[in-house]
Structure formats: C-alpha cells, structure tokens
C-alpha cells in the first residue's frame, strides 16, 4: 500500500518568514495529493491541492509543488502569519482512499 | 446538510463497554470514509464506503469494531468491549465520489474516552 512521510513533525518560524513542508509517497500510482491544516481541537480542513497533471499550484500565500519523478510534494506559505500556526497534514491516494503523513507542527512567532 | 455532522461530540465510557458514534455525511457525497487520531498523531485509516458496494475494512485494527452505512447516507461505527488504547477522537469524512481528484470534508469527530 501507499506510505507518505511527511518531514519535519515540527517547524518554528518568525511572522513574515516563509515555511515550508515536504512529503515523500511510495506508490507511483497515486495521482491526487491534498494538504489540510488542523488547527488546535478543530476538525482538518482542506487548504490546498494538487493533481499529478500539473507542477505547481498556488492560492494567494499558499503554493504546492509536485515532483513526480521523485515522488515528492511539498507546502509553501510565504509571508507566514500567527494565525498560520497549526498541524498541517499531507495525503496522496491510494486507490480510492487517502493515506496520510504524520503531520507537521507549525508555529509561527510574532 | 451543509456538513458533515458527528455525534456525539464527546464520549466517556467505561472499560469494557459497547459504543456507537454516528456521522451523517454531506447530502450526495456518495463516499464516506472513518478515521482515528490519537492524541499528537496522525490520521489513522479505519474503513470506507462508497455507494452500495462491499466497503473497505481493511484499516479496523481488531474484530471489536465494525461499521455501517444504511441507505447510503448516515453510518454508525461500533466499538465492542472498549479497551483503553480505543481512546482517540473517531473523525468521519464524506466525499462526492472515490477515486481522483476529490478530496474529503471532515466532520468535527468524536472524542472517545475510554476510562
């Protein structure tokens, strides 16, 4: 089955700093990859995605980069902001469901 | 409805008893899929449906728990016996369709705690 890893588990910026997370799968099949942010005792909630047709996707601060060659996709938030601060997660299918990483803490500090 | 809806939203149970968590999945999502996340980890595959086709199990971790989906709309998941590692908040997702492209929308979850 499909294994994402998803690197580092914890990420302390300043505010106005860029971030960035990265996530590895293993399945060469998997064609869809969406990132969700889960703030503190909240339910995740999608931010962002990208499918394995395109390179590169970007929404105001947040952008995504896929590698399919290398089977590796990664988060980018620029101009981080404390409200960014959050657990934000990795996913790649894996036939007809989505495998996750283990997730990244994000701190942004004022 | 306008999202998916869990319940209950929080639940104590004693060591050694039975419970069921409800989600009742966004009107037309046709998948529906159960999640677990212990404190600080990840999200944990647990079982999926999608329309009247045979669901996924593959992710129950024991023969204590099960699930169902009744008219292909609302799904209840079952813990037997409740042991102290089943403590986790249960998240329920809906998604218009399997396969490619469609991402999940989260219900706020259940927090099971087993004492």
């Known amino acids: 089955g499909e294994n994402v890893e998803q690197h580092p588990s914890t990420l302390s910026v300043q505010e106005g700093d860029s971030a960035v997370i990265k996530c590895t799968y293993s399945d060469s099949a998997s064609n869809y990859f969406p990132w969700y942010k889960q703030e503190l005792g909240k339910r995740p909630q999608l931010i962002i995605d990208?499918?394995?047709?395109?390179g590169e996707k970007k929404d105001q601060r947040i952008a995504v980069t896929l590698n399919k060659t290398a089977k590796h996709f990664s988060l980018h938030i620029t101009e981080t902001q404390p409200e960014d601060s959050a657990v934000y997660f990795c996913a790649a299918t894996s036939g007809s469901r989505l495998t996750f990483g283990e997730g990244t803490q994000l701190t942004v500090n004022p | 409805g306008a999202g998916v809806s869990q319940s209950p939203s929080n639940k104590v149970t004693e060591k050694g008893k039975d419970v069921e968590l409800r989600c009742d999945p966004i009107s037309g999502h046709t998948a529906l899929y159960w999640y677990r996340q212990s404190l600080g980890q990840g999200l944990e595959f647990l079982i999926y449906?999608?329309?009247?086709?045979?669901p996924d199990k593959s992710g129950l971790p024991s023969d204590r728990f099960s699930a169902e989906r009744t008219g292909g709309s609302v799904s209840t998941l079952t813990i037997q016996r409740t042991q102290q590692e089943d403590s986790a908040v249960y998240l329920c997702?809906?998604?218009?369709?399997?396969?490619w492209g469609y991402g999940y929308t989260f219900g706020s979850g259940t927090r099971l705690t087993v004492v």
């Open positions: 990208i499918r394995s047709n395109v």
């Open positions: 997702a809906s998604s218009p369709q399997l396969g």
């Open positions: 449906f999608q329309g009247n086709s045979a």
